[in-house]
C-alpha cells in the first residue's frame, strides 16, 4: 500500500475524536509541526499532547518537554523542559531515548542546563542504546575535536568540561593559538562566569569513556 501521510493523518483525527489518547498525541504532534498535511497550530497541537498525557498517555510528556525547549506552542523555557525530560527518563517508557537525545542537545548547547560535553556525550550514548536514530550523529558531531576536528576525541579539558580533543598536541595548540584561543574562554566547570581564567599554561585534560 502507498503511503499517505494526510489519509493516515485523517484517520489518526477519527481516533482522536474517539477519545484515544496516542491518537490525541500523534494528531498533537502534526499540529505542532505542521507535518502530515495537517496545517501548522502549535498551541492547538500542544493542548491535544495534553489531553492525551492528561488520560495516561505518558510518552506525551517527552513531546511536552520538548516544546518547552523549542518553544512551540508554550513560552520558552528550557529549564522547564529540562526537567520535563528528566521525568521521561525516569518513566522509562517508548519516548525514553528520544528524551535522551534531547537532553545531550541541551547540554551540548547549554540550553537549560550549563553546557558540559561530557553529560551530553553520556546522555547521547544512551539516546543510541536505546534506538534513537538521530543520536549516533550527534554523538559525532559532540565527540569532535575543537582544534583539528578529528573524531572521536576522548580527551577533555577538565577545567571546563566544555571541549574535546583528540591529543594532548591539539589542546595546547588550541589553548595558545592566537585566534580565539580556548584560554580567553575556559573557565571552570559551575562558573556563572569566566571570571579567573588561567593567564598562562594549559587546562588539564583527562581521557573519557
Not at 498525557?53 to 529540562?82: M, N, R, S, W
Not at 547521547?124 to 554523538?139: H, I, K
Not at 576522548?154 to 588550541?174: E, F, I, N, S
Request: glycine share 8%; proline share 2%.
Amino acid at each position: 500500500m502507498q503511503q499517505d501521510p494526510a489519509q493516515a493523518a485523517a484517520w489518526f483525527q477519527k481516533a482522536a475524536d474517539l477519545g484515544d489518547a496516542a491518537s490525541k498525541a500523534t494528531i498533537g504532534s502534526f499540529l505542532v509541526n505542521g507535518t502530515n498535511g495537517v496545517a501548522k497550530d502549535a498551541a492547538r497541537g500542544i493542548a491535544l499532547v495534553r489531553e492525551a498525557f492528561a488520560q495516561g498517555h505518558t510518552p506525551a510528556l517527552f513531546q511536552i518537554a520538548a516544546c518547552y525547549v523549542l518553544g512551540q506552542g508554550v513560552e520558552k523555557d528550557d529549564v522547564h523542559g529540562v526537567a520535563l525530560l528528566r521525568q521521561v527518563i525516569n518513566n522509562a517508557d517508548s519516548a525514553q531515548a528520544d528524551a535522551c537525545y534531547f537532553l545531550a542537545l541541551c547540554y551540548d548547547r547549554g540550553k537549560g542546563a550549563e553546557a558540559d560535553t561530557m553529560q551530553a556525550a553520556l546522555w547521547c550514548q544512551r539516546a543510541v542504546a536505546g534506538g534513537c536514530q538521530f543520536a549516533s550523529q550527534l554523538l559525532l558531531t559532540i565527540w569532535k575535536c575543537k582544534f583539528c576536528g578529528t573524531t572521536p576525541a576522548h580527551q577533555l579539558c577538565t577545567r571546563c568540561r566544555k571541549v574535546r580533543y583528540c591529543d594532548a598536541r591539539c589542546q595546547a595548540a588550541h589553548w595558545n593559538r592566537e585566534t580565539e584561543p580556548h584560554k580567553a574562554r575556559c573557565c571552570r566547570a559551575g562558573e556563572a562566569s569566566e571570571e579567573g581564567t588561567a593567564a598562562s599554561g594549559g587546562a588539564s585534560s583527562s581521557s573519557a569513556s
